[in-house]
């Protein structure tokens, strides 16, 4: 079935980096934009990056501009984040959610992943 | 990149409706129809309820319903359930980004 699995969250220190990775099974990988999404803890979602299909196009939040990069490899169907300069801010749940398929629309998130925690603290 | 405002809390009792506001900008909300809602129960990741301020995804219950007028979209849920109970999220495209509304909780009473 279709499903996306988050890994390489973890507790680290400000100033440091991190990556995080999301495998993709049961669809075409290669023809879906795809997107980091955060949540804090008890907080409200926050869209972080998202990558064009094709890994040619790449769009951040301010928030994590210059800091974090997103990239993928649609032959092993898994996108990263690699995320430097950490920030007691960057705390939370990171998903990686799939782009909407033609029925409901490209700018949408259909499918997500069940999250990896990542702790900045000292 | 502000959020997107929607009230912290709505409440309704089994059977009736509720609509739950998000409100942009024209740079958001008002300058694209690609509004969606999102379902998050504690602990769960979010689930995609509708797309494109009114479709509804294969699986969703047709009580749940979305509008847009002028920089204002809304989710309506109609016959609530004391499943419906969870947190809703808006979110919008804005040109080359996407912006969350700060959530929504639906308390069924």
């Known amino acids: 079935q279709v499903q996306l699995v988050e890994s390489g969250g973890g507790v680290v220190q400000p100033g440091t980096s991190l990556r995080l990775s999301c495998a993709a099974s049961?669809?075409?990988?290669?023809?879906?934009?795809m997107h980091w999404v955060r949540q804090a803890p008890g907080k409200g979602l926050e869209w972080v990056a998202a990558v064009s299909n094709d890994g040619n196009n790449k769009y951040y939040a301010d928030s994590v501009k210059g800091r974090f990069t997103i990239s993928r490899d649609n032959s092993r169907k898994t996108m990263d984040l690699q995320m430097n300069s950490l920030r007691a801010e960057d705390t939370a749940i990171y998903y990686c959610?799939?782009?909407?398929?033609?029925?409901?629309?490209?700018?949408?998130?259909?499918?997500w992943g069940q999250g990896t925690m990542v702790t900045v603290s000292s | 990149q502000s959020a997107l405002t929607q009230p912290r809390s709505v409440s309704g009792s089994p059977g009736q409706s509720v609509t739950i506001s998000c409100t942009g900008t024209s740079s958001d909300v008002g300058g694209y129809n690609h509004v969606s809602w999102y379902q998050q129960h504690p602990g769960k990741a979010p689930k995609l309820m509708i797309s494109d301020v009114s479709k509804r995804p294969s699986g969703v219950p047709d009580r749940f319903s979305g509008s847009k007028s002028g920089n204002t979209a809304s989710l309506t849920i109609s016959g609530l359930q004391a499943e419906d109970e969870a947190d809703y999220y808006c979110?919008?495209?804005?040109?080359?980004?996407?912006?969350f509304g700060g959530g929504t909780k639906l308390t069924v009473l």
């Open positions: 979110c919008s495209y804005a040109g080359s980004r996407w912006v």
């Open positions: 049961g669809f075409t990988f290669s023809s879906y934009g």
């Open positions: 959610a799939k782009e909407g398929t033609g029925a409901t629309g490209w700018a949408a998130f259909d499918i």
